[in-house]
Nanobody, 126 residues
């Protein structure tokens, strides 16, 4: 059974940093693309970043480019989202998701991702 577990959310002041983790339980990441999505109160869920594990290609939404970094440590079945210079607009529930489409994935298309975690809350506030 494919399961994803997010962690690392919390309350941080504007300009601060957090690192989110997405752990894969019951499968290895090698064939997958892993995406991070977020949903703010009253807004639709949106794609934030994505990594294709096999070739290492990464994708970022314009709103987070230069501030967020997605990565996967070699040999680990965990994907990280390092978030820096956080802004109040980054406040949302963050979800990770897995796609078996690999390099064929559309990083921003939710229907390409078949497995989702439960989400972790990130709140940016002074």
């Amino acid at each position: 059974q494919v399961q994803l577990v997010e962690s690392g959310g919390g309350l941080v002041q504007p300009g601060g940093s957090l690192r989110l983790s997405c752990a894969a339980i019951g499968f290895t990441l090698d064939l997958y693309a892993i995406g991070w999505f977020r949903q703010a109160p009253g807004k639709e869920r949106e794609g934030v970043s994505c990594i294709v594990i096999r070739n290492g290609n990464t994708y970022y939404a314009d709103s987070v480019k230069g501030r967020f970094t997605i990565s996967r440590d070699n040999g680990e079945d965990t994907v990280y989202l390092q978030m820096s210079n956080l802004k109040p607009d980054d406040t949302a529930v963050y979800y990770c998701a897995a796609s078996l489409l690999g390099s064929a994935v559309d990083p921003w298309e939710e229907s390409d991702f078949g497995s989702w975690g439960q989400g972790t809350q990130v709140t940016v506030s002074s």
